[in-house]
């Protein structure tokens, strides 16, 4: 698979809203029709990928998107200290099936911490599942026993 890993642009809204819809609409029933869902999506993502607090990496493989993963970024409130002033949040990081177990993953990763560590962040956070924990352990992640959540009740249906 000769596949390459670049910043997304609004070009790749279209398919990157399809990749969402995969991805969520596997791990449970959807709610809302797919072509409203994607057209909600895609304006969605055409809002604010490039806004200055939300970017995305894609890998590609002959025109076709095969994996994303974004990142936001969370300021910080000012400090006087040499403290960076923002985080950076990981979230919807997928690959397709056919592209998994290859490295794709991993190398789209990579790419991400390094733009990070660039950008001189505090941490990157996010909430791995169990089948994905080893592979951020691989790149450095810790779980940190003291993180906690406030998780509400999914919206209404």
Same mark, same amino acid.
């Given at each position: 698979?000769?596949?390459? /890993?670049?910043?997304?642009?609004?070009?790749?809204?279209?398919?990157? =809203?399809?990749?969402?819809?995969?991805? $969520?609409?596997?791990?449970?029933?959807?709610?809302?029709? !797919?072509?409203?869902?994607?057209? $909600?999506?895609?304006? *969605?993502?055409? !809002?604010?990928?490039?806004?200055? $607090? +939300?970017?995305? *990496?894609?890998?590609?493989?002959?025109?076709?998107? /095969?994996?994303?993963? *974004? /990142?936001?970024?969370?300021?910080? /409130?000012?400090?006087?200290?040499?403290?960076?002033?923002?985080?950076?949040?990981?979230?919807?990081?997928?690959?397709? !099936? =056919?592209? $998994?177990?290859?490295?794709?993953?991993?190398?789209?990763?990579?790419?991400?911490? !390094? *733009?990070? =560590?660039?950008?001189?962040?505090?941490?990157?956070?996010? +909430?791995?599942?169990?089948?994905?924990?080893?592979?951020?352990?691989?790149?450095?992640?810790?779980?940190?026993?003291?993180?906690?959540?406030?998780?509400?009740?999914?919206?209404?249906?």
């Amino acid at each position: 698979m000769a596949y390459q /890993i670049r910043h997304a642009s609004r070009d790749d809204v279209a398919q990157l =809203a399809q990749l969402r819809y995969d991805f $969520r609409s596997n791990l449970s029933a959807p709610i809302e029709d !797919e072509p409203d869902f994607i057209e $909600r999506c895609r304006s *969605w993502m055409t !809002e604010r990928l490039g806004d200055g $607090r +939300w970017y995305c *990496w894609v890998a590609e493989d002959g025109g076709q998107l /095969i994996g994303n993963v *974004w /990142i936001q970024l969370v300021e910080k /409130i000012p400090t006087p200290t040499d403290e960076p002033e923002e985080h950076a949040y990981l979230t919807n990081f997928f690959v397709v !099936e =056919a592209a $998994r177990g290859r490295g794709v993953g991993s190398r789209m990763l990579s790419q991400v911490l !390094e *733009w990070s =560590a660039r950008r001189q962040v505090h941490a990157v956070f996010l +909430w791995p599942t169990i089948r994905t924990r080893a592979m951020y352990e691989r790149h450095g992640f810790l779980a940190d026993g003291d993180a906690m959540q406030l998780l509400f009740a999914p919206r209404a249906q």
